[in-house]
């Protein structure tokens, strides 16, 4: 860390320097593997995926390494997956969505995890099967249901899935829409005002709006430094607000006369209750605002097959057994990832690789008659507050009063300390922790 | 203060049940130690990141970087809390299992090379 004892919080930093701190980084190879056939037992226990993203795909690697010899289905919709997790990185430029994209050609080569592009339309628990949209009927002995997020358009006036396919993207779920804000981002007039209201909690990676909003600013700081930036929130607090808002300090002028970026909190009338797609007006508890970019991120609910299957509850969240995610309304049936109620674990792509690997464990072991370890789970959460400044959140979680709650001491966010050093080191582990991350998911 | 007294020891008895219940605690290791592959790779087999690996690191290493972290001794941006996380006792079952991965990249490595691995730290009751 010494050598980065002389940057400032602002200094950029380059390869070189990161090079020198760490030795050359190489981008690994990636691996391939030939298809081969495994030839499974008839009365090989069937485990059917719902769900190619994070939770479902480390589920069926880990399922893979708890148990060589159950047969595994994947079954997802889109060829390919785009992280959401950096996306907010391809809306300022960092990278692009190719670097976000991914298949699961390793999870059926290497993995002998069959998957197959379809849509799961309907399932029956009594006989244990589920159908799809091409027609198929898949009997499961085990289903596992890793379906995301659905949005509550509804909850904000004026708000619908056609307006935020149109000019208001969301963009939290990432893909065309990223792309969309980017444009509206780089277009957003000189001396301009954007506006990111960020959802009622829970939500999907409770940090991303708020590094969405320093994104912006880290990017309006170059490219149109009179433009403001208002962040309306129906919440007082927020997930790492303390060095967030210290960034925003250091880097925006946060709370001068000159700041970019302005926080009007719940308290304040932050809530946004109506939209205006005509006048480019959002109305809240404290009056109107008017801007160029409006970026509303939709309060959120289980994905919508969760809903369909019945796996939720009356909060509109799916309830888990807290060491093994099986749903507490199906049995044989388990849910990961956000959809799930999962206490004090965020909803993040993080926590789902880690609930995946508790499951699959869980499901291995039941499958042999085992008796069920207890659960340990965790989270890392890196953001960037700019380019080259990350802040995290951390924990390790075990089941406790038959609630998922932080372990030990390990629940913390970064310490604020006047050691320019500390943020570029989180800012570069964000970067290699994304790449990590996606080969320990897919690869 | 209290708190992390209360935790470490309800940990501690989490852990005296796990043996109570006869669970093989390498085992627990490996569920423990599969949690730290975001960052470190799957079976901690990331070689070119900033992110040290720890498949093949000597378990003596791994138990005193881990108490250090824990302890505040050792300079960390993330692992210092990480580590307030784990018992003594889970430190050193998820040293004696990450000791035991193979020290190569984890794209380059077969399911049969890793599972043959596995299969000697189930062997260790």
Not at chain 1, 127 to 150: N, R
Not at chain 1, 221 to 245: E, M, W, Y
Not at chain 1, 430 to 437: A, E, G, L, V, Y
Not at chain 2, 98 to 114: G, I, N, R, Y
Request: aromatic residues 8%; charged residues 25%.
């Amino acid at each position: 860390m010494s050598q980065l004892e002389h940057k400032t919080f602002e200094q950029k930093i380059n390869r070189r320097d990161l090079i020198k701190l760490f030795g050359a980084s190489v981008v690994a190879a990636s691996g391939i593997f030939g298809a081969s056939e495994k030839a499974f037992a008839k009365n090989a226990p069937n485990v059917v995926v719902l769900g190619g993203g994070v939770g479902g795909s480390s589920f069926a690697k880990y399922l893979r390494f708890a148990n060589p010899d159950v047969k595994i289905t994947l079954i997802e919709k889109h060829p390919e997956y785009i992280t959401c997790f950096r996306s907010n990185d391809v809306i300022v430029g960092m990278h692009t969505l190719d670097e976000l994209t991914f298949n699961h050609q390793v999870l059926q080569s290497k993995y002998k995890v069959n998957v197959l592009i379809d849509e799961v339309t309907g399932a029956d628990f009594s006989k244990k099967t589920v159908k799809t949209a091409k027609g198929e009927t898949l009997a499961y002995d085990k289903l596992v249901v890793s379906p995301g997020i659905d949005f509550k358009f509804a909850d904000t006036e004026g708000f619908d899935a056609e307006v935020a396919a149109g000019k208001f993207p969301h963009a939290y779920k990432a893909g065309a829409k990223t792309l969309e804000l980017r444009k509206q981002l780089i277009n957003l007039p000189k001396g301009g005002t954007a506006i990111i209201a960020p959802p009622e909690n829970p939500y999907r990676c409770p940090p991303g709006p708020y590094e969405r909003a320093s994104l912006f600013a880290d990017y309006l700081k170059v490219h149109n430094p009179t433009a403001k930036l208002l962040v309306l929130d129906p919440k007082d607090r927020f997930t790492k607000d303390g060095p967030f808002k210290k960034a925003w300090e250091r880097l925006y002028g946060f709370k001068t006369d000159n700041a970019m970026i302005e926080w009007v909190s719940g308290s304040e009338g932050g809530k946004v209750n109506r939209l205006d797609t005509k006048n480019m007006t959002v109305e809240t508890d404290s009056g109107n605002h008017k801007a160029d970019l409006i970026n509303l991120i939709p309060n959120q609910r289980a994905g919508k097959l969760a809903q369909n299957l019945g796996l939720t509850n009356n909060s509109g969240w799916c309830p888990v057994d807290r060491n093994s995610m099986e749903s507490l309304l199906h049995k044989e049936v388990y849910v990961l990832g956000d959809s799930t109620i999962a206490d004090a674990m965020p909803k993040s792509g993080y926590s789902a690789n880690s609930q995946a690997k508790v499951c699959a464990q869980a499901v291995s072991d039941t499958l042999q008659g085992n008796q069920l370890g207890k659960a340990v789970y965790a989270n890392v959460c890196f953001s960037l507050a700019g380019e080259n400044y990350g802040v995290s959140i951390s924990a390790i979680y075990e089941v406790r009063d038959g609630l998922i709650q932080p372990k030990g001491g390990s629940a913390g966010v970064s310490p604020i300390t006047d050691k320019a050093g500390l943020p570029i080191l989180e800012a570069t582990y964000q970067k290699n922790w994304q790449r990590n991350f996606v080969k320990d998911v897919f690869s | 203060m209290n708190h992390r007294i209360i935790y470490g020891f309800l940990a501690v008895s989490a852990m005296n049940s796990a043996m109570a219940e006869n669970i093989n605690p390498i085992a627990k290791g490996q569920a423990m130690a599969w949690q730290c592959a975001p960052c470190h790779g799957t079976n901690g087999q990331e070689f070119e990141e900033s992110m040290p690996p720890i498949a093949a690191m000597p378990a003596e290493q791994f138990t005193k970087a881990m108490l250090d972290f824990r302890q505040g001794d050792r300079p960390a941006t993330i692992m210092d809390r990480v580590a307030k996380g784990f018992t003594d006792e889970e430190i050193k079952a998820m040293a004696s299992w990450f000791e035991l991965q193979p020290k190569k990249q984890w794209v380059d490595t077969s399911l049969e090379e890793a599972q043959l691995s596995l299969d000697a730290t189930r062997g260790q009751k």
